[in-house]
Antibody
Framework: QVQLVESGGGSVKPGGSLRLSCAAS????????MNWIRQAPGKGLEWISY????????FYADSVKGRFTVSRDNAKNSLYLQMNSLTAEDTAVYYC????????????????WGQGTMVTVSS | DIVMTQSPDSLAVSLGERTTINCKSS????????????LAWYQQKPGQPPKLLIY???TRESGVPDRFSGSGSGTDFTLTISSLQAEDVAVYYC?????????FGQGTKLEIK
């Protein structure tokens, strides 16, 4: 079955860096565009990044632009998020998400989610 | 950016009762060329990722019970649960995918009265 598994979360000091990974299984990963969405503790959802299936088109939310970099390795069925210059406001559960490939679900809606990985930025 | 505002922030409803959650976008998410509203609804239970319930403002995702329905167009949308079940306790989010950055409402927490 389709599965996305995030990893790499943890505790980091302000100004530090962290690299998250999202491993995909049960799908032909190279056919899927991918997104990162985060959720601060007790708060709502914030979409932060998009990466096209080929890895050539990307978007970032203003809140992370210039600090976060999304990338993928289709040979390894993996998506990455390099996070630099972290602040307390980046503390959140980070989800990778996408949509099924048949075209039934529109671009920008997400029916496939991982369970998330927690990032805590604190001194 | 398109701002999504939900109301109410929380509500408590008796089992079997009808429930409505509202969502308003700061600009229209209706794409004139295909007459589709780029609006989705999600359900999130504690400790779980969100689950897609509805897309195109009113198309129910496969496997979602038919007591869930979506309506609205342009800037005003509604998620309706026709008869509340205990398993519907969750936080509900609307989301626009009309343009990036994709944005979510702040969420509506639904509890049993």
């Amino acid at each position: 079955q389709v599965q996305l598994v995030e990893s790499g979360g943890g505790s980091v000091k302000p100004g530090g860096s962290l690299r998250l990974s999202c491993a995909a299984s049960g799908i032909t990963f190279r056919d899927y565009y991918m997104n990162w969405i985060r959720q601060a503790p007790g708060k709502g959802l914030e979409w932060i990044s998009y990466l096209s299936s080929g890895g050539t088109t990307f978007f970032y939310a203003d809140s992370v632009k210039g600090r976060f970099t999304v990338s993928r390795d289709n040979a390894k069925n993996s998506l990455y998020l390099q996070m630099n210059s972290l602040t307390a406001e980046d503390t959140a559960v980070y989800y990778c998400a996408t949509k099924e490939a048949s075209g039934r679900i529109p671009m920008g809606a997400f029916d496939i989610w991982g369970q998330g990985t927690m990032v805590t930025v604190s001194s | 950016d398109i701002v999504m505002t939900q109301s109410p922030d929380s509500l408590a409803v008796s089992l079997g009762e009808r429930t409505t959650i509202n969502c308003k976008s700061s600009q229209s998410v209706l794409y004139s060329s295909n007459n589709k509203n780029y609006l989705a609804w999600y359900q999130q239970k504690p400790g779980q990722p969100p689950k897609l319930l509805i897309y195109w403002s009113s198309t129910r995702e496969s496997g979602v019970p038919d007591r869930f329905s979506g309506s609205g167009s342009g800037t005003d949308f509604t998620l309706t649960i026709s008869s509340l079940q205990a398993e519907d306790v969750a936080v509900y989010y609307c989301q626009q995918y009309y343009s990036t950055p994709y944005t979510f409402g702040q969420g509506t927490k639904l509890e049993i009265k």
